[in-house]
Structures are given as structure tokens and as C-alpha cells.
């Protein structure tokens, strides 16, 4: 499927995506490209971000490709529970593991009330690819390959990319629409 051919609705994680992130570059790239705004970026709680979510898909085009970086990603698996038809897949990109603590994020029992965990198990419907690093310290190269596994996700390994996000050099990250492409080649 073209570029052309679908709209993409990127889903930040946990404090947004700055305008140096790989999201904003590739939102501004795309043009009809949107963005699901969170009304608490640091206080993340599941439903009210699986909502946002649920609210910008009612107002875009199909087909859809959802692009999740982090807590953007668990949101889209959170979310795939309602199902959306016109969804035709998913780039989830540095899934945390959220039954782990991590600096700077509320403790798992926090985000365990919050809704977060347990992730859901199960496959996702709708292709899906994972991108994951072995150095993420938000999650093990392991728990992101179980999520793949799970999710019936392709996985991609980018080997020590940290968090795939600026702070880890993924500010302009031209790859990603390579993964795209891969994503919705037909199989």
C-alpha cells in the first residue's frame, strides 16, 4: 500500500513527542498526518488515553496507520480490545515493560492502578510490527520479543538504540518509513 494511501494518526507516549522526535518529524512529513493529544502527559492514565485515541480515529480517513512510540505504543494494544475495521496496522515502536520501575515514570503499582498492566496477551487485529532496542532501559529486548510474539507482531531488533527517542539519536529517523512500508507489504 502506498504512502498516499492511508492516513497516519501518530500516539505519543509519556510526556509527548517534542519537536525534535521522530513522530513530529514524520507527522509534519505527512501531510493529513494527526496527532492524539493527551489531556495529562505525565500522568498517564489508560482509559482517558485509549480515549483520545478512540476520539481523533472517528475523525480521520481510512485507511489508518497507527504510529506509537512508547506509552503511545501500550495505548494502541490497550486500544485494539474495541477494534476499529478501518485500522489496517500499527508501528509499535519501544514498548515499555510497565511492571518494571523506570525513572522518571510513576512506580508499577501506580500505573497498575492506572490501568497499564497487565498488558494485554493477545493478538492484535490488524497487522503490527514492534521495534524494539537491546539497550531500551524502559524495556528488555526479551519482554518486547514476548510482546511481539503475542501480539502476532513482526519484530524488528535496531540493536543499541536506547529508547528510540532524541535522547538516544532517533530525532530525524528516515528508517521509519521504510518500516512502514514494510508493515503493508502485502504478505
Not at 39 to 62: D, G, H, Q, Y
Request: hydrophobic share 40%; with cysteine.
Amino acid at each position: 500500500m502506498s504512502q498516499a494511501r492511508y492516513s497516519i494518526v501518530i500516539v505519543p507516549g509519556h510526556g509527548n513527542s517534542g519537536p525534535d522526535h521522530w513522530q513530529s518529524h514524520l507527522e509534519n512529513s505527512r501531510p493529513g498526518s494527526r496527532r492524539v493529544i493527551q489531556k495529562n502527559w505525565t500522568r498517564p492514565i489508560r482509559w482517558s488515553w485509549v480515549n483520545a485515541l478512540e476520539r481523533v480515529l472517528r475523525e480521520v480517513e481510512a485507511p489508518v496507520v497507527l504510529v506509537g512510540h512508547s506509552a503511545g505504543a501500550l495505548t494502541i494494544v490497550h486500544w485494539a480490545a474495541r477494534s476499529h475495521p478501518r485500522v489496517v496496522g500499527a508501528l509499535l515502536v519501544a514498548p515499555p515493560d510497565m511492571q518494571v520501575s523506570h525513572a522518571g515514570f510513576p512506580p508499577p503499582w501506580v500505573m497498575c492502578l492506572a490501568g497499564w498492566w497487565p498488558v494485554p496477551l493477545r493478538r492484535l487485529p490488524f497487522r503490527s510490527m514492534v521495534v524494539a532496542s537491546s539497550n531500551d532501559p524502559m524495556c528488555s529486548i526479551e519482554r518486547a520479543r514476548s510482546f511481539a510474539n503475542a501480539w502476532g507482531s513482526s519484530f524488528v531488533d535496531l540493536g543499541p538504540a536506547g529508547h528510540i527517542n532524541v535522547a538516544s539519536g532517533y530525532g530525524r529517523w528516515n528508517e521509519v518509513n521504510r518500516l512502514l512500508e514494510s508493515l503493508l507489504e502485502p504478505p
